[in-house]
């Protein structure tokens, strides 16, 4: 698997791959806007010459926000969202930034496992969010030094 930035000619595989992740994907034009804004950062894994998952981030000062990470399902499992996590992390803190933020629909199981075993903690709530009237959970992973948000001690590993 090769990891590298998107580029435009991406935007019509990540919108196939965000109509198989989510019940409310986002369409091309949404993606090419996220793309265009400044302060994005953006991470593709390419396998075989195509596009498996991407992640988009935004951020703002010292605070970035993931506002995607989605995989194709056949490719799922092979530790590629993991990937695409870790790099992101790794990007935020050479950046400066104190924490990186998310929210997640409530039912994702999948994403909640990977994102709390990534040191994500729980840290709001958001009743009937989504289209459907699904919740999302409000997490953040805390990646300055001395922030701890689980009063456990933990870093965002």
């Known amino acids: 698997m090769k990891l590298r930035p998107l580029l435009g000619e991406d935007l019509p595989p990540m919108a196939e791959i965000e109509a198989h992740c989510s019940p409310s994907p986002w369409g091309k034009s949404m993606l090419e806007e996220a793309l265009g804004l400044g302060g994005t950062w953006s991470l593709g894994a390419e396998e075989g010459g195509l596009l498996a998952g991407f992640c988009l981030l935004y ?3 010292d605070e970035w926000q993931l506002m995607t990470l989605c995989v194709l399902p056949e490719h799922r499992r092979q530790g590629i969202a993991r990937q695409l996590l870790e790099e992101a992390k790794q990007a935020a803190q050479k950046e400066g930034a104190q924490k990186l933020s998310l929210e997640v629909r409530k039912g994702n199981t999948a994403a ?8 994500f903690v729980q840290v709001g709530l958001r009743k009937a969010y989504y289209q459907d009237g699904e919740d999302a959970l409000l997490m953040d ?5 001395g922030r701890d948000l689980t009063g456990e001690g933990k870093m965002c590993s």
């Open 59 to 61: 951020r703002v000062l």
């Open 141 to 145: 992973c805390p990646l300055g030094e």
């Open 112 to 119: 909640l496992g990977l994102y709390i075993q990534a040191g």
